[in-house]
């Protein structure tokens, strides 16, 4: 019985396999009319077997069947948003598609992220994080605004700012400027951004054109009589010198200090001034080692670089400075005059580098400055000139700062920021205003998103913040 039951079995097997073949042998016209011909003399219960199979073919889960270098290639043209939807299909997508590394890191790029803060194990973290501030930043909700105010009487006014590890310090200037020689209700705040409140306030004399914090140790003015002040921030037990105490008077300069830079480990201080002379001082002695006058018109910015924070190779072993006036941006160079008794420094006539910013003048106004130099160990930036007349004094540029503006260079799109009040210029390069920290604009990451964005000086003798919600 079993042998018959066999052999009618090899039977429907053979037919079954002739029918497929000739099947297969069809158009694809021929095989629709055959296959309604098929169905049409299907019973019921073959009908719901034919659809209990057909989800089989018609929708297949290539997430799981395909190859995972294939499934990557369709998904990575997914947005983050499907991605996450994707993720909440089933346990096992969510596993394959949450461990697509180089999908998520390549969202992260596009969202801004740093690549070098990117989560090797799980990027997928950092890719939602970057989404979120993006989305912030988009809507205005990323950063809050402050007015911190009562810090100084009116009609006094924050006409310098800086900030430092999480500290600002503000230099004050009345509508009177005073000299050196006599008394002085300027001061300098120095206010902590986390705890907002007042770490240390003390008077200096003479009117504050630029300034510079290196927290919790030193703080530099430059003030409009031409003179320069270094203070202590905290106090000396050792020395007795108390929170704020002057360290050096640095005289020299015919007219104001419009900018200075400093590096404390070198005992460098460098400054430029509206006499058109760049001085290169000793910032533990107060003593003078060089000035550099080979200038046609104000010093608006100096950088001070020592050797071993630049990549340029052909001044290896050197501390460089640069410096920008309206006409021109120029670069010199010298061996650290504690090195060789300041002979590098004797020599100093001709500049390493000299960028001509006259003939952008000359094409508009010849009264044009240009704010904004940045000197990052290997690259020189400056931005595009905006007017400043020589017929106003100091400060009486009608300078208004109305966007702080976050653009996403890569796409070339503004993807958010934020309005901030009025502010009107201190001194050609906007001693006024400062950034916070700039970690952030070489990528997002938790570290980086936190803390000051800008802080402004404000005609109203209050100082106005922006920082990461």
């Not at 000299?179 to 907002?196: G, T």
Request: net charge negative; charged share 20%; hydrophobic share 35%.
């Amino acid at each position: 019985m079993s042998g018959e039951i066999d052999d009618s079995m090899d039977i429907v097997d053979e037919k079954s396999s002739c029918i497929v073949r000739r099947f297969r042998l069809l158009s694809s016209a021929q095989r629709k009319i055959t296959l309604g011909e098929i169905l049409s003399c299907c019973t019921s219960e073959e009908i719901s077997y034919i659809d209990q199979k057909l989800p089989d073919f018609l929708y297949r889960d290539f997430v799981t069947t395909l190859p995972l270098e294939l499934a990557e290639r369709f998904l990575e043209y997914l947005t983050v948003k499907d991605l996450l939807t994707a993720c909440r299909v089933s346990k096992p997508w969510n596993r394959i598609i949450s461990g697509m590394k180089i999908v998520w890191r390549n969202h992260c790029l596009k969202f801004g992220c740093n690549p070098v803060t990117i989560s090797l194990s799980y990027p997928k973290n950092t890719c939602i994080r970057g989404m979120q501030i993006q989305q912030d930043l988009c809507d205005g909700s990323a950063w809050t605004q402050d007015a911190i105010v009562n810090l100084v009487k009116s009609p006094g006014r924050f006409s310098a700012l800086h900030h430092d590890r999480g500290y600002i310090a503000g230099g004050t200037s009345d509508s009177i400027h005073t000299h050196a020689n006599q008394d002085s209700s300027e001061s300098v705040v120095i206010w902590s951004v986390e705890n907002s409140s007042v770490v240390v306030s003390f008077p200096v004399s003479g009117s504050v054109s630029c300034i510079k914090l290196n927290y919790p140790s030193l703080v530099v003015c430059g003030h409009f009589d031409g003179t320069l002040s270094s203070h202590q921030v905290s106090g000396n037990t050792e020395s007795d010198i108390t929170p704020g105490g002057l360290l050096n008077k640095f005289r020299l300069h015919t007219a104001p200090v419009l900018s200075l830079d400093f590096d404390e480990s070198e005992d460098v201080l460098i400054s430029g001034s509206a006499d058109w002379t760049v001085k290169v001082w000793q910032l533990s002695t107060g003593s003078l080692q060089r000035t550099i006058s080979s200038h046609s018109h104000w010093v608006l910015s100096v950088i001070f670089t020592p050797s071993s924070k630049h990549n340029i190779q052909n001044l290896s072993g050197k501390d460089i400075v640069v410096m920008m006036t309206r006409d021109d941006i120029q670069m010199y160079s010298w061996i650290h005059f504690l090195k060789d008794n300041g002979e590098s420094l004797k020599g100093l006539n001709i500049s390493d580098i000299h960028i001509p910013l006259k003939s952008v003048t000359d094409a508009v106004q010849s009264f044009f400055f240009t704010p904004g130099l940045h000197f990052d160990g290997k690259t020189i930036s400056f931005v595009k000139q905006m007017p400043m007349f020589d017929s106003h004094t100091f400060g009486d540029a009608d300078i208004v700062t109305i966007d702080a503006v976050v653009v996403d260079l890569k796409y070339e799109k503004i993807v958010g920021g934020c309005t901030v009040p009025h502010s009107r210029a201190t001194t050609p390069d906007f001693s006024q205003v400062c950034t916070g920290k700039l970690d952030w604009l070489d990528g997002f990451s938790d570290d980086s998103t936190n803390g000051l964005v800008c802080c402004l000086g404000l005609q109203d003798s209050s100082m106005h913040t922006v920082v990461w919600s």
